[in-house]
């Protein structure tokens, strides 16, 4: 097969999450213990960093292997959805897996792949496992897929585990409750493996964690329990922090400058500073210079997209990936406080969300243009205007973002503001992102 049909043949072959969302959730880890063991292991043949939580994994991993590339470490990355090319998922140093590999991955392990029937996810893990391994990698980032108990991603044993926050999204999966959530999220604890928690978000929340670190003696810092960080300005389109101690009332950084604006990275921030500090606490050699310029070219470095992205200028044009109640609030709150004239939305969603708990975060004053994304998850257009309408938010439909957005900048002042999400996949659809 060549590259394309291989694709092909990962698509149509195994049940892909993004594409028919419950069908192809395949919870536990036997299937990707099975393929990695026909692997060799791979996944024990370098250090590792594993990373969870609701919202803010994805960034958090992708600032984590900048600041390691920039400290001079060969770092593999794997993160999941991709927004553009499968190749997105798995990097070394930002640069994506060769085609080549992919081909021959898939050729070479097509016989276990017919006889074990993994998902998408669990055959891209693995593939990554192996990628890495190839590649001699140093150390390698891994970002959950969901939850993490049961997350194909949850065979390694890594040098420190992260968990970013919790709050209520793939509730059919993880639970109803954000401590059922949060438990899910903690199987990631792995024996005696120093745990960070970026956000202390509520005593019942913290007791899970609490508990599940106890039971297998892990250390556990609460980050935001640890540092406070301040926002004191934006600096040449790069948003400037202080980290302060909170113990002793010291910054540990001070004018730390980030290229990922959005928001909610005054929460994720704290998590990447604890997990330095951990991290050079056990040996590795993690300097405030790697640290400061690993932050300041995290999409340069890794090649992250889509968070808190601006498009264009007058109007200006913002996107965001924030797809549950909790990351939509973070960035229309940020997208309010920077927006000028009529506000304009482009909005899309996938079908098996809680589309009703995020219409609600909408002022019903902005101009709407509603979009599907090119997904067999999304939620058809014409519903979605009728849901939107119960909250009074009118506009046109559109099949696309792409047409959307077109509208939007062309019934725009100079100093309209346009914001563009609701869906990864609807970010992902942006055809000049």
């Known amino acids: 097969m060549n590259y394309q049909e291989t694709l092909d043949y990962l698509y149509s072959r195994l049940p892909v999450f993004q594409n028919i969302g419950a069908r192809a959730f395949k919870p536990g880890l036997h299937t990707t213990q099975e393929l990695c063991k026909f692997l060799g292991d791979p996944q024990n043949d370098y250090p590792t960093l594993h990373v969870a939580g609701t ?251 889509g968070r808190w992205q601006k498009l264009g200028e007058k109007p200006d044009i913002y996107c965001d990936t924030g797809h549950n109640t909790a990351g939509l609030a973070s960035a229309l709150e940020q997208f309010d406080s920077v927006a000028s004239g009529c506000q304009r939305f482009v909005i899309g969603f996938v079908g098996d969300k809680d589309i009703s708990s995020m219409l609600r975060l909408f002022p019903s004053e902005g101009v709407y243009y509603f979009c599907q994304p090119s997904n067999m998850r999304a939620l058809d257009v014409t519903e979605l205007m009728h849901l939107a309408a119960v909250y009074g938010l009118k506009g046109k439909a559109f099949l696309n973002v792409n047409d959307a957005m077109e509208a939007a900048v062309s019934e725009s002042e100079p100093d309209d503001t346009i914001y563009v999400g609701g869906s990864t996949f609807v970010v992902a659809d942006i055809k000049d992102l």
Do not use: C
């Open 55 to 305: 919202n803010g994994k994805g960034s958090t991993s992708h600032m984590l292997a900048a600041i390691l590339q920039q400290a001079g470490y060969r770092v593999g990355l794997y993160t999941s959805p991709h927004l553009k090319d499968f190749r997105e998922r798995i990097k070394v140093n930002g640069e994506f897996v060769t085609e080549d590999f992919i081909m021959r991955f898939i050729g070479e392990n097509k016989s276990n792949i017919e006889r074990l029937s993994p998902s998408f996810f669990e055959a891209t893990v693995a593939m990554a496992f192996s990628y890495f391994s190839k590649q001699s990698v140093d150390v390698a980032v891994i970002e959950v897929g969901m939850g993490g108990r049961l997350d194909s991603t949850n065979i390694i044993t890594p040098e420190l585990s992260l968990i970013t926050n919790i709050s209520l999204d793939h509730t059919q999966f993880l639970g109803e409750t954000l401590e059922a959530i949060a438990a899910e999220k903690a199987g990631i604890i792995k024996p005696e493996v120093p745990v960070i928690i970026s956000e202390k978000q509520s005593e019942s929340i913290a007791h899970v964690f609490s508990a599940a670190a106890e039971q297998v003696n892990s250390p556990l810092i609460f980050a935001s329990a640890a540092y406070e960080v301040q926002k004191t300005g934006m600096e040449g389109g790069l948003m400037v922090v202080d980290v302060i101690k909170k113990e002793s009332l010291k910054p540990v950084y001070s004018s730390l400058r980030l290229d990922l604006t959005g928001a909610y990275q005054l929460q994720n921030i704290g998590g990447v500073v604890a997990a330095i500090e951990a991290l050079n606490e056990a040996g590795w050699k993690l300097s405030d210079t790697d640290v400061r310029a690993g932050l300041a070219s995290v999409t340069k470095l890794t090649g992250l997209k």
